[in-house]
């Protein structure tokens, strides 16, 4: 397998812990968790509005409204930013050695995540002296982009033809780690060497053997 210029990751599932329904969330944020949230019907509403989110179509204050209108005054768009505040949960053991060591062999690295502008603030946060940032391993990342800034979203062929441009590397070039098998099908189906993520593992270890079978011993 060819050596990768760069290695670009999604941010949920590899990086960072995510909750991966919305009563995990609920359970974080103390907010009641009512079982209307978990029906086919009600999450297929909340897919849709999470959609138009993530590629900058709604905004943070209109996505609240719009989730809590599906819920039938169950849930009021306060207790959905709360909820929605606690979906992340922290970095991943070992992604920031990860990404130090590959900055140390010269390749460059980069983020490709379908997220939000409130996500997206906290992920990014830098921090203060007093209170550091939550997630610093991003910080240190070279080439950040997000789906709601590009106006695009995984699997759009279009967000990986827009990332490797604005970047400068060339599809053949970029390694890309992602814990959804569409998004991973997306990348390879630009031309970038793909690998899924098993979000529930140690996802460090597993990217750095997909490295050491690519040349890297990362």
Known sequence: MPSPRIVVFDLG???????????????????PFHELAATP????????????HEVGLTTDDDFYTQIAATTQGLY????????H?????????????????????????????????????????????????????????HHLHASHLLSLAKPDPAIYDAFSQRCGFAPHD??????LADNTAGAAGAGWDAVQIDHTGDTASQMRLHLRLRGIDA
């Open 85 to 141: 505040h606690h979906w992340t949960i922290g970095e991943y053991p070992g992604v920031a050695a990860l990404v130090d060591d590959l900055h140390t062999r010269g390749i460059a690295t980069g983020v490709l995540s379908n997220t939000n502008p409130h996500h997206w603030r906290l992920l990014t946060d830098p921090g203060t002296p007093s209170a550091p940032a939550a997630y610093p391993t991003i910080l240190r990342v």
């Open 76 to 83: 009021t768009p306060d207790q959905v930013r709360a909820v």
């Open 174 to 179: 970029i390694l890309f780690f992602d814990d």
């Open 41 to 52: 019907e009600n999450i297929a509403q909340r897919r849709a509005i999470v959609k138009q």
């Open 13 to 31: 599932g590899v990086v960072v812990r995510i909750c991966r329904s919305w009563k995990e969330a609920c359970a974080r944020s103390g907010v």
